[in-house]
């Protein structure tokens, strides 16, 4: 079953705009992770903040979560025609042998030159 | 950093054929490799775990004959979808876990089955 849902499914913005996608889950997590994905290609790690973390930035992405909410959110500023990509939140919660990722639905996000 | 390979990117097959589907770790041992199938405009779903030298575990509803995962070793799953039908066409990506937090990418199998 999905553990994230993101919101919102699709943004469209211009370029220069910030840009923010919501993450949402349901059970304990050891970290969550957000990934990018350019259409028909493989996936690309952006960031990864871990449980005890409530904020991470890298270059233009800021990432926060709550974990009293379950709730993540990704913020990249200044965007760019090249971000347009899916953006996906997973969430790892295994522990032993049972670590694996858990995917949201993804935001579609088109920035317009 | 680590890296997977994952081939072919692209494989068009007959209905009722198999198709093999490679990912090696590179730069790493990956004693975990996780499979997950992706539709259309729709997220990542996954299929099953495999550990080395042990049966994967598969996702409820993920039919372990027809997909087929061998890890028979550090560096090498393969999944193979027997029997493929039209509707097993979807994008196949693999994944490898290399430390706490740490999972590498395959670049992903588009399977179209005719």
């Known amino acids: 079953s999905q553990q994230g849902e993101e919101d919102p499914q699709a943004l469209s913005i211009q370029e220069g705009e910030n840009a923010t996608m919501n993450c949402s889950y349901k059970?304990?997590?050891?970290?969550l992770q957000w990934y990018r994905q350019n259409s028909g290609r493989g996936l690309v790690h952006l960031i990864l903040?871990?449980?005890?973390?409530r904020e991470k930035h890298s270059g233009r992405l800021r990432v926060t979560l709550d974990t009293s909410k379950k709730s993540s959110s990704l913020l990249i500023t200044a965007s760019r025609a090249a971000d347009t990509a899916s953006y996906f939140c997973?969430?790892?919660?295994?522990?032993?042998?049972?670590?694996?990722?858990?995917f949201g639905k993804g935001t579609l996000l088109t920035v317009n030159p | 950093g680590a890296v997977v390979s994952q081939h072919p990117s692209r494989v068009i097959c007959k209905s009722g054929t198999s198709v093999k589907i490679e990912c090696r770790s590179l730069?790493?041992?990956?004693?975990?490799m996780f499979w997950y199938r992706q539709f259309p405009k729709q997220s990542l779903m996954l299929m099953a775990t495999?550990?080395?030298?042990?049966?994967?575990?598969?996702e409820q509803g993920v039919e372990k004959d027809k997909f087929l995962i061998n890890h028979a070793s550090l560096t090498l799953s393969t999944l193979t979808v027997t029997s493929a039908h039209p509707e097993d066409s979807s994008f196949y990506i693999c994944?490898?876990?290399?430390?706490?937090?740490?999972?590498?990418f395959g670049s992903g199998t588009r399977l179209t089955v005719v």
């Open positions: 730069d790493f041992q990956a004693t975990t």
């Open positions: 495999s550990n080395e030298g042990s049966k994967a575990t598969y």
């Open positions: 997973a969430t790892d919660k295994g522990g032993g042998s049972n670590y694996k990722l858990t």
């Open positions: 059970t304990s997590i050891n970290n």
């Open positions: 994944s490898g876990r290399n430390g706490p937090g740490g999972y590498t």
């Open positions: 903040i871990r449980s005890n973390e």
